[in-house]
């Protein structure tokens, strides 16, 4: 399995300043890594990055309507910047019965909710507020019976590397991705800027870093259910519609 230190001595063999044989000095690979990791960071805000979806669960406390989300936090997960679902379950009955009918609110209609803290058996909707280094995810309304516990379903970004040695176990397409795109990262500091420079337009190794980049987003696309705001349904009687005389 190809290791951090791997990837570092492609990419600088892609720009030139590594040949056949050689290997990275270790003040290079170590700024290498730092680029690395700077990549990884930037792929953490950008959603076909993340190849996988991870459930987590907690347990909800009567009576509490905010939780913590994040490294340390009551939800002890890295702090997602993409939420797909938040759901509950109750373990009073067996099996424990997942459901799915909670709905996310936006910053609007937070705001907006005019009793925020009413009681309910069971929360209907959740609002994420993205606050760092921890989020707050709170239930509406405020769940006021045990035996509960909320379900988060959050994509998860590529983790940082912390050593050269340390082994990379990604899905297909990414041992490119991360190559090309360090390459790309790393030119400036290894005055290689003129590598990204074509005639007219990005260099060779530039189209190569967005074509492999490309790839793993078209790689994590899945399929989704077709779903359709309530709003934009017709109300009242009526009901059909004829697109050839526009009534």
């Known amino acids: 399995m190809a290791t951090v230190l791997d990837v570092i001595a492609a990419a600088l063999k892609d720009l030139g300043v590594l040949a056949a044989g050689e290997t990275a000095t270790a003040a290079d690979a170590q700024d290498c890594l730092d680029g690395l990791n700077r990549l990884l960071d930037q792929w953490a805000v950008e959603r076909l990055s993340m190849f996988v979806v991870t459930r987590?669960?907690?347990?909800?406390?009567?009576?509490?309507?905010?939780?913590?989300?994040?490294?340390?936090?009551?939800v002890n997960i890295a702090r997602p910047e993409y939420i797909?679902?938040?759901?509950?379950?109750?373990?009073?009955?067996?099996?424990?019965?997942?459901?799915?009918?909670?709905?996310?609110?936006?910053?609007?209609?937070?705001?907006?909710?005019q009793q925020r803290t009413l009681p309910s058996p069971f929360p209907a909707a959740?609002?994420?507020?993205?606050?760092?280094?921890?989020?707050?995810?709170?239930?509406?309304?405020?769940?006021?019976?045990?035996?509960?516990?909320?379900?988060?379903?959050?994509?998860?970004?590529?983790?940082?590397?912390?050593?050269?040695?340390?082994?990379?176990?990604?899905?297909p397409g990414y041992w490119r991705a991360l190559v090309k795109n360090l390459a790309v990262e790393m030119a400036p500091a290894f005055d290689r800027a003129s590598a990204l420079e074509g005639q007219g337009g990005p260099g060779l190794l530039v189209r190569q870093a967005i074509e492999a980049k490309d790839a793993i987003k078209r790689g994590n696309k899945r399929l989704m259910d077709m779903s359709i705001d309530p709003g934009a349904l017709v109300q009242g009687g009526g009901g059909s519609y004829d697109i050839n005389t526009g009534n």
């Open 84 to 113: 797909e679902h938040v759901h509950f379950q109750d373990t009073l009955v067996s099996p424990v019965l997942e459901y799915p009918q909670m709905s996310p609110l936006t910053d609007d209609a937070w705001a907006k909710l």
């Open 126 to 171: 959740w609002y994420y507020d993205y606050a760092f280094p921890l989020a707050n995810l709170s239930l509406w309304p405020v769940p006021n019976r045990s035996g509960l516990q909320g379900v988060i379903y959050a994509a998860t970004a590529t983790a940082q590397f912390t050593t050269l040695t340390q082994s990379i176990g990604l899905p």
């Open 56 to 74: 987590s669960t907690w347990t909800l406390v009567s009576g509490t309507q905010t939780y913590t989300v994040g490294v340390g936090g009551t």
